[in-house]
């Protein structure tokens, strides 16, 4: 695929590959993909390849025979007929991210994102995370043979994502201070060269997370869904999202657009006040707090994109508290089976809030995104859940403690 590097908010092409910001204005950087070169392309020219990533490899900016994989996307997108009818909508799909290889969406971007890496000769990759980035990015590094530094919030992260951070052979180091200070940190390590960042302001992980919404569009036989919601951290995904539908409407591929809506948690929704004020630009803020601690985030990086995804599809954005996300998460995996992380649930629990407020109808056809597996994050489950039965090993005891 042809493309330029420019800045999301003045337009400046960017030469150099290892700026992560505009050198003009200090903008946040974007891939500009030339659309003429896939004009001739039609869906089904895509539908003999495998669902995936690189199924889309013609909207993506790096040479796929290259890519480093490990066979990302391809995930279910599940038709929750049982739950629509509890949120009070015609129809709902949960595209379950968790099934990745790695448990989340962020294998996406890391796969594009580290074949760049590979393709500019790097030797060093790295990124602040609240947990999922860093797990994703070592698993990659390791497939791909790169080193791998990875800072982390001190006692923030989820259990299961460190895990896999340590266990991929990663450099894993915990900072005193949030997500914030840790992408702080590392961005100055990227600019003296440590590293090559790979964190979702670097514009090549983004491409690789538009694919989830060319997944959506193609399992849904392009049947446009009328509104996809998902939850907000740094704001990469949803622009990501935003990005491809954009690109499949300039080709002529979907007719309209869905309504994106973002999903931050009460405690860390310095978005949802500006857009509520409709504002282009937002105040952080200073002390994100929630259970969902893989959007513990107060100064979102690509939070100016998430306000343009937000006005130019007429979507909208909503705040969800600490309960209603744990509640939210534990309904999905009851009536549907499907297991997810709490900052997953937030767009499940977006969703019964805005339609019980009346501002999403009871006519639409909806795609909660949910971003991480249950599994990230055991010890909150534990917390969440009835607590353990315990028997003596008769048949007679267990029948006791059942109630059977
Ligand atoms: N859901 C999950 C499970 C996440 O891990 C993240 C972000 C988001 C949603 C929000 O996505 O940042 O693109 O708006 N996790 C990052 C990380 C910050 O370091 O793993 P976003």
Redesign the pocket.
């Known amino acids: 695929m042809n493309y330029k590097i420019r800045c999301f908010d003045c337009g400046t092409v960017v030469d150099d590959p290892f700026l992560d910001s505009c050198p003009s204005c200090g903008g946040v950087l974007t891939i500009e993909t030339d659309l003429d070169a896939v004009a001739s392309l039609r869906p089904r020219d895509l539908r003999s390849r495998p669902l995936g990533v690189w199924r889309y490899a013609p909207f993506l900016p790096v040479d796929e025979t290259r890519a480093v994989s490990l066979l990302e996307g391809g995930t279910p997108l599940y038709d929750c007929r049982d739950l629509a009818s509890k949120a009070g909508v015609r129809s709902l799909y949960v595209k379950h991210e968790g099934a990745n290889p790695t448990g ?3 294998d996406r971007g890391m796969t594009v994102g580290v074949s760049r890496a590979v393709e500019l000769g790097c030797k060093t990759v790295g ?8 797990a994703s990015l070592a698993a990659y590094a390791a497939k791909a043979g790169l080193g791998c530094v990875v800072l982390l919030p001190s006692g923030k992260v989820a259990a299961g ?1 460190l895990a896999q951070a340590m266990f991929y052979g990663a450099k894993v180091v915990t900072i005193d201070g949030n ?1 914030d200070d840790a992408l702080r940190v590392v961005r100055q390590l990227s600019r003296d060269g440590t590293l090559y960042l790979l964190n ?1 302001i670097n514009p090549f992980r983004p491409e690789g ?1 538009k694919t989830v919404a060319f997944e959506i569009i193609d399992q849904l036989n392009f049947e446009v869904p009328d509104r996809i919601i ?9 622009g990501a999202v935003h990005k491809a539908l954009v690109e499949w409407k300039t080709l002529g591929w979907i007719d309209r657009m869905p309504k994106i809506t973002g999903i931050q948690a009460a405690g860390a929704a310095p978005l949802v006040r500006a857009f509520r004020e409709g504002r282009e630009d937002f105040v952080p803020e200073p002390n994100p707090e929630t259970v969902a601690t ?2 513990r ?1 107060g100064n ?1 990086v ?1 939070g100016r994109k ?1 306000l343009r995804a937000l006005y130019d599809t007429g979507g909208i954005a909503t705040d969800v508290t600490d309960e209603e996300i744990l509640s939210a998460q534990r309904l999905l995996g009851r009536t549907e089976g499907v297991g997810v ?1 709490p ?2 649930a937030a767009s499940i629990a977006g969703l019964l809030k805005l339609v019980n407020e009346g501002e999403i109808d009871r006519d639409e056809k909806v795609v909660c995104i949910c ?2 597996n249950v599994l ?1 994050d055991p010890d909150t489950v534990i917390r969440n859940c009835e607590p353990l039965l315990n028997a003596e090993a008769t048949a007679e005891s267990v029948r006791k403690v059942i109630g059977a």
């Open positions: 989340s969406f962020k990124c602040a995370s609240t947990g999922n980035t860093s994502k997500f979702s997370q998902l939850p907000v951290g740094n704001a990469g995904n949803i893989a959007i985030i979102p690509s998430a992380e900052a997953s971003t991480g990230k």
